[in-house]
């Protein structure tokens, strides 16, 4: 409703945003009961994402208090895909991310009533890179095991890395990437630029406009379009 739109708010937030700002990081979870469980155990700089999709609203909403996230997402299939898509959103909003995977078959909520909070805060502290949580997930794909699996894994990985908006952030990714799998670091620049081009979708020259002439024989005031995606030039 004009109200209330789950998309656009983030369950918790008023009473997490101070904890927020003073641990200088966030928890970001799915569900409301995850939030409440978590709360009950001390961990008040949490908010939930009330069962949706996580969108770009709401990191920018949660962006407001941190540059800095942590996932606490379902161990299950659907839970593995939403911290994917989660993680690159948040990377495109100049966030850092990173991943607190819990045992297959847990969430937040059970995994606090079954070990509590001291293994929970044992999570949080061994939380990996977004990237390095999406090498793991290739890794257990088995796209490692062949040639061809492999390119499309790096190639997969470098995307990742081309959402990252500081150019220092990229550039130290590359680096690590090139050493971890053994690949000069110049092919991995050179598939980074390629991709940087494609997002970027530059104006054709054939698409610029050309000023019209008028009766007074000077160009008459054109609006410059703007290149396909909205990105400016």
């Not at 996932?71 to 659907?78: E, F, K, Q, R």
């Not at 593995?80 to 078959?105: C, N, Y």
């Not at 909520?109 to 090498?135: E, V």
């Not at 390629?194 to 002439?213: D, F, H, M, T």
């Amino acid at each position: 409703t004009p109200i209330y739109n789950k998309s656009r708010v983030l369950y918790g937030l008023s009473q997490a945003r101070e904890a927020i700002r003073d641990k200088e990081y966030g928890l970001l979870v799915e569900g409301y009961m995850d939030l409440i469980t978590l709360h009950q155990a001390g961990f008040i700089n949490v908010v939930a994402s009330s069962g949706t999709a996580l969108t770009v609203e709401q990191i920018q909403l949660l962006g407001r208090y941190t540059k800095r996230i942590t996932l606490v997402y379902d161990a299950d299939s659907a839970g593995s895909k939403a911290t994917l898509r989660g993680g690159d959103l948040v990377l495109e909003q100049d966030i850092d991310v990173r991943v607190a995977e819990l045992p297959a078959g847990e969430d937040p909520d059970s995994f606090i009533r079954k070990h509590g909070g001291q293994a929970f805060q044992a999570l949080l502290d061994g939380a990996a890179s977004f990237l390095d949580f999406r090498a793991a997930q290739l890794q257990a794909s088995g796209m490692f095991s062949t040639p061809e699996g492999k390119a499309r894994a790096i190639r997969s990985l470098v995307e990742t890395v081309s959402r990252m908006r500081d150019e220092l952030k990229r550039t130290f990714s590359i680096k690590r990437l090139a050493e971890q799998y053994d690949i000069y670091e110049s092919v991995l620049f050179r598939e980074l630029e390629s991709i940087l081009g494609k997002q970027q979708q530059p104006v054709r020259s054939s698409e610029r406009p050309v000023p019209r002439a008028t009766e007074a024989g000077r160009p008459a005031a054109t609006q410059q379009s703007e290149p396909s995606g909205g990105i400016p030039p």
